[in-house]
């Protein structure tokens, strides 16, 4: 009898293996199933598996949308970026230069958002492209490189309500935002640097004058985002904003469609999308430890 052929399933590419009757009976089939004899086959029979999606290409297509490269840059390149930066360096001590708002906004009124620690900017773009008559959108970033290729997918979008700047917003947010024509309506600080070691502790970015800052410049119904796949350092800056409670009340007490589990972290983020760093976290399985705070009328 002729020999039949045997389709391997999705997992495997559309090879067909072929097999002869007296080798393989149907009772033989069904005993130990396709999968086993898939396993079982000679790795010289099955040529050819599908790749295994990878965090980035999640990341590529959460921000599809932005179609913007994910690493290259035409004038940059490929960027090699340090992740860690002491903010305490002398380098980033000095106060940036508040720009011409009517340059950088074409409605410097409009209420603005602020991320801290904006990395490559696309979650910010992505925001700022899905409102652009609403909000104007600034990104604050300590390294320099990650900034002007920001700004250069900027003008690649023609973006005209979003900015980057080359900022230690421990150093430069309180100026900025005292300068700014319109009123602050939410400040995210996300998945920040955790500098783990405890004599590092310092170099985090959320402390004490800088929460101060913030919560003054807020507007009344503006609001903090907070989140870390680190529990220590999203433990870290809650307890700030927690202590804040005269002028802050966390979001759930006011929306209750916004939930926290039992340790009082939002369950999902409510900005709509996520950044990169939660993107490559969740796909390693890690947890995101999610608060958002408003302030009080």
């Known amino acids: 009898m002729a020999n039949a052929v045997l389709k391997i399933p999705s997992i495997i590419s559309s090879t067909a ?12 089939i069904q005993g130990y199933g396709l999968r086993h004899i898939c396993n079982c086959w000679s790795a010289a029979t099955v040529s050819q598996r599908q790749p295994q999606i990878r965090s980035p290409q999640l990341v590529a297509l959460e921000y599809a949308d932005l179609t913007i490269p994910h690493i290259v840059c035409e004038e940059l390149g490929a960027l090699r970026v340090r992740q860690h930066v ?7 001590s000095i106060p940036v230069e508040v720009p011409n708002w009517e340059d950088v906004f074409e409605d410097p009124k409009l209420p603005l958002v602020v991320d801290i620690g904006s990395g490559s900017g696309r979650f910010l773009m992505w925001l700022a492209k899905k409102n652009p008559r609403s909000k104007n959108y600034m990104g604050l970033e300590i390294r320099k490189k990650l900034v002007t290729r920001a700004e250069k997918w900027v003008k690649e979008l023609a973006l005209s309500n979003i900015h980057f700047l080359f900022a230690n917003a421990s150093i430069s947010f309180k100026q900025l935002i005292s300068t700014y024509p319109g009123p602050l309506m939410l400040v995210s600080i996300l998945c920040p640097d955790p500098h783990f070691k405890k004599r590092h502790h310092k170099r985090r970015v959320l402390q004490k004058p800088l929460v101060d800052a913030i919560v003054d410049g807020l507007m ?3 609001q903090v985002f907070i989140q870390s796949d680190v529990l220590e350092v999203a433990i870290d800056m809650r307890r700030y904003l ?12 006011i929306d209750s469609s916004l ?5 009082g972290w939002l369950k999902s983020n409510p900005m709509g999308i996520r950044t990169e760093r939660e993107i490559h976290a969740e796909f390693e399985g890690a947890k995101i430890y999610r608060r958002m705070y408003q302030k009080l009328s």
């Not at 939930?259 to 340790?263: E, R």
């Open 17 to 28: 293996v072929k097999y002869s009757k007296s080798s393989f009976n149907s009772s033989l």
């Open 86 to 92: 002491n903010p305490l360096s002398a380098s980033l």
């Open 220 to 222: 009344p119904g503006g």
């Open 242 to 253: 927690d202590a804040e409670s005269d002028k802050l009340v966390h979001v759930d007490n």
């Open 259 to 263: 939930l926290c589990d039992d340790a």
